[in-house]
């Protein structure tokens, strides 16, 4: 009783190995990549290439909703098609559509964010920039040469 115990253990203990070293798809590789430079974000260029990057993942979710929307239609029209699996199609394409919309909203929104984010930082680079503008003039007119005249002469 007690190898038969240990063998189950030792089967199970080898499998959840091999799932945990299980290769990635490109999708999930993706999305972790996109995680990953979301939370390392910090620059004005950073949240731009993430909103643009989140909006094309958008427009692909939004692309493959119409396409499920397409083959949902034709399961209902043509249902006698494909007899007792019909059921079965619409629902698989029913929940995939509703995924697909979800995934394009929860992209959107965080396109929303980024650029909100980006345009944020871009008021504080160019107030800044500004500011040291003006700090280098009002520099540059208090001066003072080596006769004592003030300008920018030196």
Known sequence: MKTRLGKHIAV??????????AQMSPFE???AATLRAA???STYGDHDSLAKRYENAA?????????????????????????????????HTSALLRRYRQFAE??????????????EL?????????SSRENKASAGTDRKDFNGSSGNAL
Not at 12 to 21: E, F, N, R, Y
Not at 110 to 119: F, G, P, R, V
Not at 122 to 130: I, L, M, S, Y
Request: charged share 25%; with cysteine.
């Open 12 to 21: 199970l203990s080898m499998l959840g190995l091999l799932a945990s070293c």
């Open 39 to 41: 939370q390392n974000a």
């Open 59 to 91: 427009k692909e979710m939004r692309a493959k909703a119409e396409e499920q929307n397409k083959l949902l239609e034709h399961y209902e029209d043509k249902s006698y098609l494909y007899g007792r699996r019909a059921q079965d199609l619409q629902a």
């Open 29 to 31: 590789v993706e999305n």
């Open 122 to 130: 871009g008021q504080v680079n160019r107030a800044a920039q500004g």
């Open 106 to 119: 929860e992209n959107i929104k965080q396109a929303t964010y980024h650029q909100k984010m980006a345009s």
